[in-house]
């Protein structure tokens, strides 16, 4: 079985999202995550699915660091799962990190959404700051497609980003899909988000463990070095004479 990580295409974007919105649903804390960012709403319905993907594709128009990927089943043409990252090549500013928070809730309905979201966005100002590196920010395999290594495929496919770029890669994991990541080799961090039972409607606090990927170049340093040393590049300009 050969199963192939390819760039999203604007066709595909309905399809791909299935793939989100079905991981998930299947998965305790994507559950909660789709109740607090879409409140009361039928994430299946054919209405919301298509105001998605148009907001979808509108999006595509303007980012300019943000990738989707599909992981194809090369036998069949089947969509196992997707991947989301932004690659981040060159230093951000603080304005172009700002926090926007989620605009498109309101009251306490926001307020609780970015009680889940912001300690996300502030761990990375914490872990890297405005330095490039590569963010995955969903990796999501179709349920019925389980075992099909849909997931082991864009993991290694993140590793496999990490070394084009010569970037570090780093996700927050889910707590059930840690071991996927140890496995793909990646580096689990000290630092956790935790998430407090009262803010989820959980009986008690999730913890998120956070992974890192160094690349090659890194010549076996840790993450936690590599931010020690301040954030050496691993993207030097050549000294070599180019023909």
């Not at 066709?11 to 299935?18: A, Q, S």
């Not at 992981?71 to 172009?96: C, T």
């Not at 490039?132 to 496999?160: F, N, S, W």
């Not at 803010?199 to 340093?221: Q, Y």
Request: hydrophobic share 35%; net charge negative.
């Amino acid at each position: 079985m050969v199963v192939a990580v390819l760039p999203a295409l604007i066709p595909d974007i309905r399809r791909v999202y299935e793939s989100y919105f079905t991981a998930f649903k299947g998965e305790r804390m994507g559950e909660i995550m789709l109740k607090i960012l879409f409140p009361g709403v039928d994430t299946d319905a054919p209405e919301f699915r298509e105001a998605h993907a148009k907001g979808t594709l509108e999006y595509w128009h303007t980012s300019d660091t943000q990738y989707t990927y599909k992981a194809v089943d090369m036998a069949d043409g089947e969509i196992l799962g997707m991947g989301l990252v932004d690659i981040y090549v060159r230093e951000r500013s603080e304005e172009e990190r700002k926090n926007h928070g989620v605009p498109w809730l309101e009251g306490e309905q926001r307020e609780r959404a970015e009680k889940v979201l912001n300690p996300l966005h502030d761990m990375r100002e914490h872990l890297f700051g405005g330095k490039p590196y590569i963010y995955a920010h969903v990796i999501g395999v179709d349920p019925k497609h389980q075992g099909r290594k849909g997931g082991m495929a864009l993991a290694k496919y993140g590793l496999e980003l990490s070394e084009r770029c010569q970037l570090p890669v780093y996700f927050e994991s889910s707590p059930s899909s840690i071991g996927l990541y140890t496995k793909a080799g990646y580096e689990v961090l000290k630092e956790t988000i935790v998430h407090k039972a009262e803010t989820l409607g959980t009986e008690e606090d999730v913890v998120v463990p956070l992974v890192v990927r160094m690349p090659s170049s890194a010549n076996g340093m840790s993450f936690y070095e590599w931010k020690e040393k301040g954030y050496p590049s691993f993207n030097a300009p050549s000294t070599k004479t180019k023909l």
